[in-house]
Protein backbone atom coordinates (compact mmCIF):
# COMPACT_ATOMS: atom_id res chain seq x y z
CA UNK A 1 0.00 0.00 0.00
CA UNK A 2 1.30 3.51 -1.01
CA UNK A 3 1.91 6.07 1.42
CA UNK A 4 -0.27 8.99 2.12
CA UNK A 5 2.27 11.23 3.45
CA UNK A 6 2.15 12.71 0.20
CA UNK A 7 -1.60 13.31 -0.66
CA UNK A 8 -1.78 15.12 3.13
CA UNK A 9 1.02 16.93 2.10
CA UNK A 10 -0.85 18.16 -0.98
CA UNK A 11 -3.56 18.98 0.94
CA UNK A 12 -1.91 20.97 3.92
CA UNK A 13 0.23 22.95 0.78
CA UNK A 14 -2.87 23.88 -0.99
CA UNK A 15 -5.04 25.22 1.81
CA UNK A 16 -1.52 26.86 3.19
CA UNK A 17 -1.00 28.74 -0.22
CA UNK A 18 -5.16 29.36 -0.60
CA UNK A 19 -4.89 31.02 3.05
CA UNK A 20 -1.32 32.85 2.77
CA UNK A 21 -3.21 34.35 -0.92
CA UNK A 22 -6.05 35.49 0.51
CA UNK A 23 -4.64 36.79 3.89
CA UNK A 24 -1.97 38.64 0.89
CA UNK A 25 -4.85 40.66 -0.64
CA UNK A 26 -7.10 41.42 2.09
CA UNK A 27 -3.38 42.67 4.08
CA UNK A 28 -1.65 44.38 1.28
CA UNK A 29 -4.55 45.53 -0.93
CA UNK A 30 -6.94 45.80 2.11
CA UNK A 31 -9.97 44.01 0.60
CA UNK A 32 -12.28 43.22 3.64
CA UNK A 33 -13.34 39.77 3.91
CA UNK A 34 -17.04 40.62 3.86
CA UNK A 35 -18.74 43.44 0.78
CA UNK A 36 -19.50 46.63 2.40
CA UNK A 37 -16.75 46.61 4.89
CA UNK A 38 -14.88 49.52 3.70
CA UNK A 39 -14.33 52.11 1.05
CA UNK A 40 -15.23 51.42 -2.75
CA UNK A 41 -13.18 51.14 -6.02
CA UNK A 42 -14.71 52.11 -9.09
CA UNK A 43 -12.67 50.20 -12.24
CA UNK A 44 -13.78 52.67 -15.51
CA UNK A 45 -12.50 51.77 -18.92
CA UNK A 46 -12.99 53.38 -22.23
CA UNK A 47 -13.14 51.42 -24.99
CA UNK A 48 -12.33 53.62 -28.22
CA UNK A 49 -13.54 52.89 -31.30
CA UNK A 50 -12.74 54.36 -35.09
CA UNK A 51 -11.55 53.55 -38.53
CA UNK A 52 -8.04 54.17 -39.72
CA UNK A 53 -7.17 55.51 -43.12
CA UNK A 54 -4.07 53.61 -43.58
CA UNK A 55 -1.62 56.74 -42.81
CA UNK A 56 0.08 57.74 -39.61
CA UNK A 57 -2.28 58.20 -36.82
CA UNK A 58 -2.58 60.06 -33.77
CA UNK A 59 -5.30 59.78 -31.18
CA UNK A 60 -5.41 62.50 -28.40
CA UNK A 61 -7.99 61.84 -25.24
CA UNK A 62 -9.01 63.50 -22.29
CA UNK A 63 -7.68 62.20 -18.79
CA UNK A 64 -9.29 62.38 -15.59
CA UNK A 65 -7.53 63.02 -12.08
CA UNK A 66 -7.86 63.07 -9.27
CA UNK A 67 -11.15 64.97 -7.98
CA UNK A 68 -13.52 65.62 -5.20
CA UNK A 69 -14.99 62.73 -4.26
CA UNK A 70 -12.47 60.32 -6.13
CA UNK A 71 -8.25 59.51 -5.79
CA UNK A 72 -7.13 58.30 -8.71
CA UNK A 73 -5.29 55.51 -8.08
CA UNK A 74 -4.14 53.66 -11.16
CA UNK A 75 -4.69 54.45 -14.71
CA UNK A 76 -3.48 51.97 -17.65
CA UNK A 77 -3.49 51.86 -21.29
CA UNK A 78 -3.63 49.20 -23.93
CA UNK A 79 -3.44 48.70 -27.91
CA UNK A 80 -1.01 46.49 -29.67
CA UNK A 81 1.67 48.69 -31.88
CA UNK A 82 0.97 52.12 -30.26
CA UNK A 83 3.03 54.33 -28.75
CA UNK A 84 1.18 55.71 -25.42
CA UNK A 85 1.98 58.57 -23.36
CA UNK A 86 0.37 60.60 -20.46
CA UNK A 87 0.82 64.64 -20.64
CA UNK A 88 -0.03 67.36 -18.88
CA UNK A 89 -1.39 70.75 -20.77
CA UNK A 90 -3.11 73.62 -20.10
CA UNK A 91 -6.67 72.56 -20.59
CA UNK A 92 -5.34 69.24 -18.30
CA UNK A 93 -4.03 66.07 -18.61
CA UNK A 94 -4.33 63.75 -21.24
CA UNK A 95 -3.58 60.12 -23.05
CA UNK A 96 -2.32 59.60 -26.47
CA UNK A 97 -2.01 56.60 -28.90
CA UNK A 98 0.70 56.94 -32.23
CA UNK A 99 1.82 55.06 -34.83
CA UNK A 100 2.98 54.95 -38.28
CA UNK A 101 1.03 53.10 -40.04
CA UNK A 102 -2.86 51.57 -39.49
CA UNK A 103 -5.54 50.58 -41.44
CA UNK A 104 -9.62 49.61 -40.84
CA UNK A 105 -11.20 49.36 -37.79
CA UNK A 106 -8.92 49.80 -34.28
CA UNK A 107 -9.71 49.36 -31.00
CA UNK A 108 -8.29 51.05 -28.01
CA UNK A 109 -8.63 51.03 -24.09
CA UNK A 110 -7.55 53.02 -21.33
CA UNK A 111 -8.59 52.23 -17.62
CA UNK A 112 -8.76 54.07 -14.84
CA UNK A 113 -9.20 53.58 -10.94
CA UNK A 114 -10.55 55.95 -8.30
CA UNK A 115 -11.18 55.05 -4.43
CA UNK A 116 -14.09 56.84 -3.08
CA UNK A 117 -12.54 59.39 -1.05
CA UNK A 118 -14.25 61.86 0.50
CA UNK A 119 -10.96 63.90 1.89
CA UNK A 120 -9.31 63.60 -1.97
CA UNK A 121 -6.06 65.90 -2.05
CA UNK A 122 -6.35 68.12 -5.00
CA UNK A 123 -6.60 71.27 -5.56
CA UNK A 124 -9.24 73.68 -8.32
CA UNK A 125 -7.25 75.17 -10.60
CA UNK A 126 -8.30 78.53 -11.24
CA UNK A 127 -9.18 79.66 -14.92
CA UNK A 128 -6.07 81.28 -17.47
CA UNK A 129 -7.21 84.22 -18.37
CA UNK A 130 -7.88 87.27 -16.43
CA UNK A 131 -10.78 88.15 -18.49
CA UNK A 132 -13.16 86.09 -19.92
CA UNK A 133 -13.36 86.25 -24.08
CA UNK A 134 -15.45 88.30 -25.97
CA UNK A 135 -18.93 86.23 -27.18
CA UNK A 136 -21.52 87.76 -29.69
CA UNK A 137 -24.42 86.42 -30.92
CA UNK A 138 -25.80 86.84 -34.65
CA UNK A 139 -28.94 89.16 -35.13
CA UNK A 140 -31.91 88.13 -32.94
CA UNK A 141 -29.88 86.11 -31.05
CA UNK A 142 -28.53 88.59 -29.94
CA UNK A 143 -31.68 90.18 -28.53
CA UNK A 144 -32.71 86.66 -27.29
CA UNK A 145 -29.52 86.38 -25.32
CA UNK A 146 -29.44 89.92 -23.76
CA UNK A 147 -33.61 89.10 -22.38
CA UNK A 148 -32.15 86.10 -20.85
CA UNK A 149 -29.59 87.93 -18.57
CA UNK A 150 -31.97 90.37 -17.93
CA UNK A 151 -34.25 87.58 -16.39
CA UNK A 152 -31.82 85.75 -14.54
CA UNK A 153 -30.05 89.11 -12.85
CA UNK A 154 -33.53 89.96 -11.63
CA UNK A 155 -33.95 86.81 -9.90
CA UNK A 156 -30.17 86.46 -9.04
CA UNK A 157 -27.48 87.69 -6.23
CA UNK A 158 -24.61 86.50 -7.70
CA UNK A 159 -22.80 84.42 -10.35
CA UNK A 160 -23.95 81.10 -8.90
CA UNK A 161 -27.91 81.69 -8.73
CA UNK A 162 -27.75 83.65 -11.84
CA UNK A 163 -26.50 80.12 -13.76
CA UNK A 164 -29.16 78.23 -11.88
CA UNK A 165 -31.78 80.98 -13.31
CA UNK A 166 -30.60 80.60 -16.69
CA UNK A 167 -30.97 77.01 -16.53
CA UNK A 168 -34.52 77.13 -15.47
CA UNK A 169 -34.91 79.48 -18.29
CA UNK A 170 -33.73 76.67 -20.42
CA UNK A 171 -35.77 73.81 -18.81
CA UNK A 172 -38.92 76.05 -19.46
CA UNK A 173 -40.04 74.35 -22.84
CA UNK A 174 -42.61 77.24 -23.30
CA UNK A 175 -39.58 80.07 -23.05
CA UNK A 176 -39.26 81.37 -26.84
CA UNK A 177 -35.97 82.68 -25.82
CA UNK A 178 -34.00 80.30 -25.10
CA UNK A 179 -35.59 78.13 -27.79
CA UNK A 180 -34.08 80.43 -30.72
CA UNK A 181 -30.73 80.17 -28.78
CA UNK A 182 -31.06 76.03 -28.99
CA UNK A 183 -32.16 76.42 -32.60
CA UNK A 184 -28.06 76.45 -33.28
CA UNK A 185 -26.26 75.37 -29.87
CA UNK A 186 -26.72 72.22 -27.79
CA UNK A 187 -28.25 73.64 -24.06
CA UNK A 188 -24.90 73.20 -22.65
CA UNK A 189 -23.22 75.31 -25.27
CA UNK A 190 -25.92 78.09 -25.17
CA UNK A 191 -25.73 78.76 -21.34
CA UNK A 192 -21.68 78.52 -21.38
CA UNK A 193 -21.92 80.96 -24.09
CA UNK A 194 -24.60 83.11 -22.11
CA UNK A 195 -22.13 82.89 -18.63
CA UNK A 196 -19.02 83.72 -20.66
CA UNK A 197 -21.46 87.43 -22.46
CA UNK A 198 -21.76 88.02 -18.72
CA UNK A 199 -18.04 87.40 -17.79
CA UNK A 200 -18.55 84.85 -15.55
CA UNK A 201 -15.30 81.87 -16.07
CA UNK A 202 -17.13 79.04 -16.84
CA UNK A 203 -16.37 75.75 -19.38
CA UNK A 204 -18.46 72.40 -20.22
CA UNK A 205 -17.35 69.18 -18.92
CA UNK A 206 -18.13 65.56 -19.41
CA UNK A 207 -19.20 63.32 -16.85
CA UNK A 208 -20.14 60.00 -16.18
CA UNK A 209 -22.56 58.21 -14.14
CA UNK A 210 -21.35 55.64 -11.64
CA UNK A 211 -22.80 51.95 -11.86
CA UNK A 212 -21.87 49.23 -10.96
CA UNK A 213 -21.70 46.75 -13.96
CA UNK A 214 -22.64 49.13 -16.57
CA UNK A 215 -21.62 49.04 -20.24
CA UNK A 216 -21.14 51.01 -23.18
CA UNK A 217 -21.93 54.47 -21.35
CA UNK A 218 -21.38 58.09 -22.49
CA UNK A 219 -20.14 61.42 -21.10
CA UNK A 220 -22.71 63.80 -20.04
CA UNK A 221 -22.26 67.66 -20.63
CA UNK A 222 -22.10 69.96 -17.68
CA UNK A 223 -21.82 73.14 -16.61
CA UNK A 224 -18.99 74.21 -14.29
CA UNK A 225 -18.72 78.11 -13.49
CA UNK A 226 -15.47 79.58 -11.18
CA UNK A 227 -17.05 81.29 -8.16
CA UNK A 228 -14.24 83.07 -5.95
CA UNK A 229 -11.93 80.02 -5.39
CA UNK A 230 -13.71 76.76 -6.10
CA UNK A 231 -15.22 75.26 -9.54
CA UNK A 232 -19.18 74.69 -8.90
CA UNK A 233 -21.12 72.08 -10.95
CA UNK A 234 -24.94 72.33 -12.79
CA UNK A 235 -26.76 69.88 -14.21
CA UNK A 236 -27.95 71.65 -17.19
CA UNK A 237 -30.97 68.86 -17.81
CA UNK A 238 -32.49 69.05 -14.86
CA UNK A 239 -30.30 72.62 -12.82
CA UNK A 240 -29.52 70.66 -9.73
CA UNK A 241 -25.86 71.81 -8.21
CA UNK A 242 -23.04 70.83 -6.54
CA UNK A 243 -21.23 67.21 -7.34
CA UNK A 244 -23.10 64.23 -6.65
CA UNK A 245 -21.53 61.23 -5.07
CA UNK A 246 -21.88 58.99 -8.06
CA UNK A 247 -20.72 61.23 -10.75
CA UNK A 248 -17.32 61.06 -12.04
CA UNK A 249 -16.08 64.13 -13.90
CA UNK A 250 -14.08 62.30 -17.22
CA UNK A 251 -13.52 65.50 -19.01
CA UNK A 252 -12.80 69.09 -17.86
CA UNK A 253 -10.38 70.27 -20.41
CA UNK A 254 -13.18 72.70 -21.79
CA UNK A 255 -11.62 71.47 -25.50
CA UNK A 256 -12.98 68.23 -26.48
CA UNK A 257 -13.02 64.61 -25.42
CA UNK A 258 -11.53 62.88 -28.54
CA UNK A 259 -9.38 63.89 -31.07
CA UNK A 260 -8.35 61.52 -33.56
CA UNK A 261 -5.74 62.76 -36.59
CA UNK A 262 -5.52 59.65 -39.78
CA UNK A 263 -8.74 58.20 -38.67
CA UNK A 264 -12.78 58.66 -39.24
CA UNK A 265 -15.94 57.09 -37.79
CA UNK A 266 -14.49 57.79 -33.98
CA UNK A 267 -16.29 56.13 -30.72
CA UNK A 268 -15.63 56.35 -27.25
CA UNK A 269 -17.67 54.25 -24.81
CA UNK A 270 -17.21 53.74 -21.00
CA UNK A 271 -17.90 50.26 -18.89
CA UNK A 272 -17.50 50.53 -15.25
CA UNK A 273 -17.91 47.64 -12.08
CA UNK A 274 -16.75 48.42 -8.36
CA UNK A 275 -15.19 46.28 -5.53
CA UNK A 276 -14.48 47.15 -2.14
CA UNK A 277 -10.72 47.59 -0.70
CA UNK A 278 -9.61 49.37 2.33
CA UNK A 279 -9.32 53.21 1.65
CA UNK A 280 -5.89 53.46 3.79
CA UNK A 281 -4.07 50.71 2.05
CA UNK A 282 -5.58 51.77 -1.63
CA UNK A 283 -4.10 55.07 -1.30
CA UNK A 284 -0.67 53.55 -1.13
CA UNK A 285 -1.28 51.22 -3.94
CA UNK A 286 1.26 50.99 -7.13
CA UNK A 287 0.57 52.69 -10.09
CA UNK A 288 3.14 50.46 -12.21
CA UNK A 289 2.13 48.47 -14.80
CA UNK A 290 3.78 45.89 -12.95
CA UNK A 291 1.39 45.85 -9.83
CA UNK A 292 0.36 42.37 -9.18
CA UNK A 293 -3.14 43.79 -9.50
CA UNK A 294 -2.28 43.63 -13.46
CA UNK A 295 -1.84 39.40 -12.77
CA UNK A 296 -5.63 39.40 -10.71
CA UNK A 297 -8.45 39.65 -11.99
CA UNK A 298 -9.26 42.68 -11.80
CA UNK A 299 -6.84 43.54 -14.54
CA UNK A 300 -9.22 41.73 -17.37
CA UNK A 301 -11.70 44.35 -19.55
CA UNK A 302 -14.98 44.72 -17.44
CA UNK A 303 -17.13 42.58 -19.63
CA UNK A 304 -14.61 39.61 -18.97
CA UNK A 305 -14.96 40.15 -15.12
CA UNK A 306 -18.38 40.41 -14.95
CA UNK A 307 -18.66 36.93 -16.60
CA UNK A 308 -15.80 35.49 -14.01
CA UNK A 309 -18.04 36.30 -11.21
CA UNK A 310 -20.12 33.59 -12.54
CA UNK A 311 -17.22 31.29 -13.22
CA UNK A 312 -15.67 31.72 -9.97
CA UNK A 313 -18.82 30.58 -8.37
CA UNK A 314 -18.72 27.10 -9.87
CA UNK A 315 -16.22 25.21 -7.68
CA UNK A 316 -18.40 25.90 -4.42
CA UNK A 317 -21.12 24.49 -6.51
CA UNK A 318 -19.11 21.60 -6.98
CA UNK A 319 -18.07 21.73 -3.44
CA UNK A 320 -22.07 21.31 -2.64
CA UNK A 321 -22.08 18.69 -5.21
CA UNK A 322 -19.32 16.31 -3.71
CA UNK A 323 -20.61 16.81 -0.32
CA UNK A 324 -24.28 15.70 -1.11
CA UNK A 325 -23.01 12.56 -2.85
CA UNK A 326 -19.99 10.83 -0.92
CA UNK A 327 -21.07 12.51 2.90
CA UNK A 328 -25.00 12.42 2.33
CA UNK A 329 -25.69 9.95 -0.31
CA UNK A 330 -27.41 12.28 -2.48
CA UNK A 331 -28.48 10.69 -5.75
CA UNK A 332 -28.21 12.41 -8.83
CA UNK A 333 -28.42 12.24 -12.12
CA UNK A 334 -25.05 12.80 -13.48
CA UNK A 335 -22.04 13.89 -11.72
CA UNK A 336 -22.50 17.83 -11.95
CA UNK A 337 -25.43 18.33 -13.78
CA UNK A 338 -26.97 19.92 -10.64
CA UNK A 339 -23.88 23.00 -11.09
CA UNK A 340 -25.14 23.91 -14.54
CA UNK A 341 -28.87 23.50 -14.05
CA UNK A 342 -28.31 26.20 -11.10
CA UNK A 343 -25.94 28.24 -13.27
CA UNK A 344 -29.22 28.47 -15.23
CA UNK A 345 -31.19 28.61 -12.10
CA UNK A 346 -29.06 32.20 -11.58
CA UNK A 347 -29.81 33.64 -14.80
CA UNK A 348 -33.30 32.37 -14.94
CA UNK A 349 -34.10 32.93 -11.44
CA UNK A 350 -35.20 30.11 -8.96
CA UNK A 351 -39.28 29.63 -9.59
CA UNK A 352 -39.12 30.32 -13.32
CA UNK A 353 -35.70 28.07 -13.68
CA UNK A 354 -37.62 25.35 -11.51
CA UNK A 355 -40.93 25.17 -13.82
CA UNK A 356 -38.70 25.52 -17.29
CA UNK A 357 -36.65 22.53 -15.91
CA UNK A 358 -39.40 20.55 -15.00
CA UNK A 359 -41.55 21.01 -18.29
CA UNK A 360 -38.28 20.17 -20.54
CA UNK A 361 -36.97 17.14 -19.07
CA UNK A 362 -40.78 16.02 -18.65
CA UNK A 363 -41.48 16.78 -22.58
CA UNK A 364 -38.74 14.73 -23.13
CA UNK A 365 -38.95 12.03 -21.73
CA UNK A 366 -42.33 11.39 -23.41
CA UNK A 367 -40.27 11.88 -26.65
CA UNK A 368 -37.44 9.87 -25.61
CA UNK A 369 -39.79 6.65 -24.64
CA UNK A 370 -41.42 7.06 -28.26
CA UNK A 371 -37.76 6.79 -29.53
CA UNK A 372 -36.68 3.79 -27.59
CA UNK A 373 -39.22 2.08 -29.81
CA UNK A 374 -37.70 2.63 -32.88
CA UNK A 375 -34.31 0.89 -31.91
CA UNK A 376 -32.76 3.84 -33.33
CA UNK A 377 -28.25 3.54 -32.61
CA UNK A 378 -26.92 5.51 -29.71
CA UNK A 379 -25.33 8.59 -32.03
CA UNK A 380 -28.83 9.31 -34.07
CA UNK A 381 -31.24 8.66 -30.87
CA UNK A 382 -28.35 11.20 -28.76
CA UNK A 383 -28.61 13.69 -31.46
CA UNK A 384 -33.10 13.23 -31.84
CA UNK A 385 -33.19 13.75 -28.52
CA UNK A 386 -31.00 16.96 -28.56
CA UNK A 387 -33.11 18.24 -31.52
CA UNK A 388 -36.27 17.83 -29.88
CA UNK A 389 -34.59 19.55 -26.66
CA UNK A 390 -34.20 22.62 -28.73
CA UNK A 391 -37.89 22.91 -30.31
CA UNK A 392 -39.00 22.06 -26.88
CA UNK A 393 -37.47 24.93 -25.58
CA UNK A 394 -38.18 27.20 -28.76
CA UNK A 395 -41.57 26.19 -28.42
CA UNK A 396 -42.06 27.22 -24.48
CA UNK A 397 -40.00 30.28 -25.14
CA UNK A 398 -42.47 31.33 -28.20
CA UNK A 399 -45.64 30.14 -26.05
CA UNK A 400 -44.43 32.48 -23.00
CA UNK A 401 -43.85 35.42 -24.88
CA UNK A 402 -47.04 35.27 -26.35
CA UNK A 403 -48.80 34.71 -23.64
CA UNK A 404 -47.38 37.64 -21.73
CA UNK A 405 -44.84 35.38 -19.35
CA UNK A 406 -41.69 37.30 -20.04
CA UNK A 407 -39.90 35.17 -17.46
CA UNK A 408 -40.12 32.46 -19.83
CA UNK A 409 -37.50 34.28 -22.25
CA UNK A 410 -35.30 33.31 -19.97
CA UNK A 411 -36.09 29.60 -20.30
CA UNK A 412 -32.68 29.61 -23.15
CA UNK A 413 -30.14 29.66 -20.20
CA UNK A 414 -30.67 26.22 -19.75
CA UNK A 415 -27.49 23.95 -21.08
CA UNK A 416 -29.33 22.21 -24.05
CA UNK A 417 -26.06 19.29 -24.51
CA UNK A 418 -26.82 18.29 -20.39
CA UNK A 419 -30.36 18.45 -20.92
CA UNK A 420 -30.10 16.08 -23.76
CA UNK A 421 -28.07 13.28 -21.91
CA UNK A 422 -29.87 14.12 -18.66
CA UNK A 423 -33.38 13.23 -20.57
CA UNK A 424 -31.06 10.07 -21.96
CA UNK A 425 -29.60 9.20 -19.16
CA UNK A 426 -33.01 9.11 -17.39
CA UNK A 427 -35.00 7.23 -19.95
CA UNK A 428 -32.20 4.61 -19.64
CA UNK A 429 -32.86 4.62 -15.97
CA UNK A 430 -36.21 4.30 -16.25
CA UNK A 431 -36.06 1.24 -18.50
CA UNK A 432 -33.62 -0.30 -16.34
CA UNK A 433 -34.57 0.54 -12.37
CA UNK A 434 -37.85 2.01 -12.71
CA UNK A 435 -39.61 5.59 -12.43
CA UNK A 436 -39.15 5.43 -8.45
CA UNK A 437 -35.20 5.67 -8.97
CA UNK A 438 -35.81 8.44 -11.79
CA UNK A 439 -37.78 10.13 -8.98
CA UNK A 440 -35.24 9.53 -6.83
CA UNK A 441 -31.94 10.66 -9.01
CA UNK A 442 -34.17 13.75 -10.81
CA UNK A 443 -35.51 15.26 -7.48
CA UNK A 444 -32.08 14.80 -5.94
CA UNK A 445 -30.68 17.17 -8.42
CA UNK A 446 -33.18 19.02 -8.53
CA UNK A 447 -32.76 19.99 -4.54
CA UNK A 448 -29.00 20.04 -5.26
CA UNK A 449 -29.31 22.56 -7.80
CA UNK A 450 -31.69 24.61 -5.14
CA UNK A 451 -28.94 24.16 -2.95
CA UNK A 452 -26.07 25.11 -5.21
CA UNK A 453 -28.16 28.66 -6.04
CA UNK A 454 -28.94 29.50 -3.25
CA UNK A 455 -24.98 29.23 -1.94
CA UNK A 456 -23.84 31.22 -5.54
CA UNK A 457 -26.44 34.02 -5.03
CA UNK A 458 -25.45 34.50 -1.39
CA UNK A 459 -23.45 37.84 -1.10
CA UNK A 460 -20.74 36.73 0.78
CA UNK A 461 -19.95 34.07 -1.41
CA UNK A 462 -19.93 36.24 -4.48
CA UNK A 463 -17.49 38.47 -2.40
CA UNK A 464 -15.03 35.96 -1.23
CA UNK A 465 -15.20 33.86 -4.33
CA UNK A 466 -14.45 37.05 -6.90
CA UNK A 467 -11.62 38.54 -4.75
CA UNK A 468 -10.33 36.12 -3.16
CA UNK A 469 -8.99 33.41 -5.52
CA UNK A 470 -6.86 31.81 -3.53
CA UNK A 471 -9.44 30.22 -1.51
CA UNK A 472 -10.24 28.20 -4.95
CA UNK A 473 -7.06 26.22 -3.51
CA UNK A 474 -8.74 25.70 -0.04
CA UNK A 475 -12.11 24.39 -1.69
CA UNK A 476 -9.96 22.29 -3.96
CA UNK A 477 -7.82 21.00 -1.12
CA UNK A 478 -11.77 20.22 0.86
CA UNK A 479 -13.18 18.13 -2.68
CA UNK A 480 -9.60 16.09 -2.22
CA UNK A 481 -10.45 15.42 0.80
CA UNK A 482 -13.98 14.31 0.90
CA UNK A 483 -12.71 12.10 -2.49
CA UNK A 484 -10.81 10.01 0.37
CA UNK A 485 -13.56 9.27 2.38
CA UNK A 486 -14.62 5.53 2.49
CA UNK A 487 -16.83 5.48 5.23
CA UNK A 488 -20.70 5.29 5.51
CA UNK A 489 -22.91 7.91 4.31
CA UNK A 490 -25.49 8.91 6.10
CA UNK A 491 -28.75 7.86 4.40
CA UNK A 492 -27.32 4.47 4.61
CA UNK A 493 -27.50 4.40 8.43
CA UNK A 494 -31.05 4.04 8.18
CA UNK A 495 -30.19 0.21 7.38
CA UNK A 496 -28.78 -0.11 11.34
CA UNK A 497 -32.05 0.93 12.86
CA UNK A 498 -33.41 -2.19 13.40
CA UNK A 499 -30.21 -2.49 15.99
CA UNK A 500 -30.37 0.64 17.32
CA UNK A 501 -34.20 -0.25 18.16
CA UNK A 502 -33.38 -3.49 19.94
Do not use: C
Not at 327 to 337: D, E, N, P, Q, R
Not at 410 to 419: A, D, H, Q, R, V
Not at 448 to 465: C, K
Amino acid sequence: MSSRIPFYFLISLLVVVGIALSWFRHDVYGVPWVPGETSQVWDVEARIQFTASGDAVKLSMAAPQTQQGFTLVDETASSLGYGIAYLSTDHGRRTEWSIRQANGPQVLYYKSQFLVDPKANFQDTAPIEEKTVNVTFDGPQQLAAQSLLDQARKHSADNTTLTRELIKQFTDGENQNASLLLNNLKKERAISKLLSLEGIHNKVVGALWLEDGRRRQSVQAMIEIWDQDKWVLFNPETGEQGKPENLLIWDDSNVSLLDVVGGKNSQILFSMIAQDISPSQATAKKVVTDDLLNFSIHSLPIAEQSMFKTIMLIPIGALIVVFLRIIIGLKTSGTFMPVLIAVAFVQTQLITGIVGFLLIVGTGLIIRGYLSRLNLLLVARISAVIIAVIMIISVFTVVAFKIGLNEGLSITFFPMIILSWTVERMSILWEEEGWKEVATQGGGSLLTAVLIYIAMTNVYVEHLTFNFIGLQLVVLAVILMLGNYTGYRLTELRRFKPLAED
